[in-house]
């Protein structure tokens, strides 16, 4: 039987670290809403989101193109933690706000060619509490997990190959929640 490779830690960061960078995330300036190609239609992306990485990094999703230009303070201390202790390297984060339960991400694999043929995913949540959904291929079983403020989620080797992952939108829910996902990008 296959173990799933999605490794949830609850309370990763305590709730004052959690609450401290959630502030500082939400009162950055440069939060954008990109455009993606979905079904060969571009579309304004469901959330805002902002890139980082090392310079020159590239990493393109849905046909939208980004690149690498250094790091903030906050978020290369917490890639740094998050390298000792899971030994799992990254040069990029994508942050993603959901301005309320309407915002949302579709099913889908981190599975770009950039990414290498396995790859891991480190995912950090921050706010309002979402459902995150994974589902294997192999036989489409599915699983709901609730990503609170401060826990991790490691996606580890097979979850991109084998499996997909979706935050769904949830009407219901009216205040925001940021993710931070680190990935390595082989340039
Ligand atoms: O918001 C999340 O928890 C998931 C983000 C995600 O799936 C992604 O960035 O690929």
Same mark, same amino acid.
């Given at each position: 039987m296959e173990v799933i490779p999605f490794t949830h830690f609850k309370g990763w960061l305590s709730s004052s670290e959690a609450d401290a960078l959630l502030d500082t995330m939400v009162a950055r300036r440069d939060w954008t809403q990109g455009r993606i190609r979905m079904f060969g239609r571009e579309v304004p992306e469901p959330r805002l989101t902002i890139f980082e990485g090392d310079l020159g990094v590239r990493y393109t999703y849905a046909h939208r193109p980004l690149v690498g230009r &250094?790091?903030?303070?906050?978020?290369?201390?917490?890639?740094?933690?998050?390298?000792?202790?899971? &030994?799992?390297?990254?040069?990029?984060?994508l942050a993603n706000l959901y301005r309320d339960g309407r915002d949302s991400m579709g099913w889908h694999r981190d599975h770009e060619p950039e990414l290498g043929p396995d790859p891991q995913v480190i995912s950090l949540s921050l706010g309002a509490p979402r459902d995150f959904d994974v589902r294997r291929d192999l036989d489409r079983w599915t699983q709901r997990l609730v990503l609170q403020h401060g826990d991790l989620l490691v996606m580890g080797t097979k979850s991109q190959t084998n499996w997909t992952h979706c935050v769904p939108k949830r009407l219901k829910i009216t205040n925001l929640r940021i993710n931070l996902t680190f990935r390595q990008v082989f340039c």
């Open positions: &250094g790091w903030s303070p906050e978020l290369e201390a917490l890639r740094g933690r998050l390298a000792r202790e899971f &030994g799992i390297p990254t040069n990029t984060v």
